[in-house]
């Protein structure tokens, strides 16, 4: 497996915001008596405790105490810093906003660069601390090799990284661009794997407005540079012997892409995996022979394909890539793994529906597509 640079971003513009948050939180005298503790917790069961001052974010106190957590925006947008609550009060400013869902903050998830502690508290992560010592993201400049129209609305764009960019991924990971002629930044999925590089694949869905998409429709041209940076994110392949169930809206097929082959070359038995992949309409689906090809060559895989709003001729499956999932597609519930891509409506509801068939809230990993993560 690739060394996924998962970690705290270096030096650039996230490091700078991060100490601005910091000596703004520190101007602020506090009674030592309201000083809480936290203890954070990873998946390969390292710990750490850390004070935390009642106006101190988790993550502004974990940075002036030496502790590292993954992170990215620090505003609130791109989810990469949850963690799940295990004890005590960890109360959400409402003054930003927040990727986070309404059912994730019920089931106690936090974004820690926007969380604030009302209690000591006992927060787990949901990756090994192992992660931390990985390389932080890369920056570069790249050139489109190629932006192809792949349905009516998305656009795949192939670009070509110089020899020297020093980006390692994991599969389900994403990088930021700069939109070409602005100074406007956008997250994207790689739907490429790391041994395809020097070339990576996003695959981009294209609005009626909006920076990127005006982009990809107008101006688009293989030549074209584009500034880079990642991977970013915690979205990617776990561990696990059991059944992998995949969700996918829209382009949030991407990530599934590179995660499918990563276990297609993964040595020894491969998991079965179920993946649900749907858009609105049929002029919207994309890749579809592709997945036929997968398919092929990994005979545990299952896909689903299904189209929301269909033509009169369309012979397929109708409806959104959640409800056409049933209990009989899910063979052990308790041993299955989840993996959810795209809108956060959609991974709302196959949250729910996941959890209503019995698959356990913490095999639950999702990748929202929100629209402020610029
Ligand atoms: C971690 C992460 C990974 C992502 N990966 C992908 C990916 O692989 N492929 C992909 O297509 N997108 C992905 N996105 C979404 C992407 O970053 C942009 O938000 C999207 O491409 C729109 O950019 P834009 O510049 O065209 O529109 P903007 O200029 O950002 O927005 C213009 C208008 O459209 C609305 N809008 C913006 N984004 C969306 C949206 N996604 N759905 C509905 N309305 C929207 C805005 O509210 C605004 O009104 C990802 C987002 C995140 C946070
Ligand atoms: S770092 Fe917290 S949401 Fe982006």
Not at 215 to 221: D, G, N, P, Q, T
Not at 268 to 285: I, T, W
Request: aromatic share 6%; glycine share 8%; proline share 6%.
């Amino acid at each position: 497996m690739s060394r996924g640079a998962l970690a705290v971003p270096r030096g650039g513009g996230d490091e700078t915001m991060m100490n601005a948050e910091v000596e703004e939180m520190e101007d602020t005298a506090v009674c030592e008596v309201d000083v809480r503790s936290v203890t954070v917790r990873f998946s390969d069961g390292v710990e750490h405790a850390f004070p935390v001052r009642p106006d101190q974010t988790i993550l502004a106190a974990a940075k002036e105490h030496d502790v590292r957590l993954v992170h990215q925006c620090l505003t609130g947008s791109c989810g990469t810093c949850v963690t799940r609550v295990a004890s005590g009060k960890v109360r959400m400013s409402t003054a930003r906003g927040t990727s986070l869902l309404p059912s994730e903050a019920a089931e106690g998830f936090r974004l820690t660069c926007t969380s604030f502690c009302d209690s000591d508290a006992v927060l787990q992560f949901d990756y090994p601390s192992s992660v931390l010592d990985e390389p932080g993201p890369a920056r570069c400049t790249a050139e489109v090799a190629d932006a192809a129209w792949v349905a009516s609305n998305v656009v795949r764009l192939t670009l070509r990284l110089p020899k020297d960019a020093g980006l390692e991924f994991r599969s389900g990971q994403y990088v930021r661009v700069q939109v070409p002629g602005t100074e406007e930044w956008r997250s994207y999925s790689m739907a490429s794997t790391v041994a395809d590089l020097p070339e990576l694949v996003l695959l981009l869905r294209v609005l009626d407005a909006g920076v990127m998409s005006d982009y990809l429709r107008s101006r688009a041209r293989a030549g074209d540079l584009i500034e880079l940076e990642g991977p970013f994110g915690m979205f990617y392949l776990r561990e696990a012997k059991g059944q992998h169930i995949m969700i996918a809206g829209g382009t949030g097929l991407a990530p599934m892409l590179g995660m499918l082959e990563d276990i297609r070359m993964r040595a020894g038995r491969k998991p079965k995996v179920l993946l649900s992949f749907g858009c609105a309409s049929e002029d919207n689906l994309f890749y579809v022979d592709e997945l036929d090809v997968r398919a092929a060559w990994l005979p545990g895989l299952k896909v689903k394909v299904a189209v929301a709003n269909p033509g009169e001729a369309y012979r397929g499956l109708v409806g959104n890539p959640v409800e056409v999932i049933s209990a009989a597609d899910i063979s052990d519930p308790a041993t299955a793994v989840a993996y959810l891509c795209g809108p956060p409506p959609m991974i709302e509801s196959a949250r729910a529906h996941l959890e209503r068939l019995g698959v356990l809230p913490e095999n639950i990993h999702a990748e929202h597509f929100s629209a402020s993560a610029a």
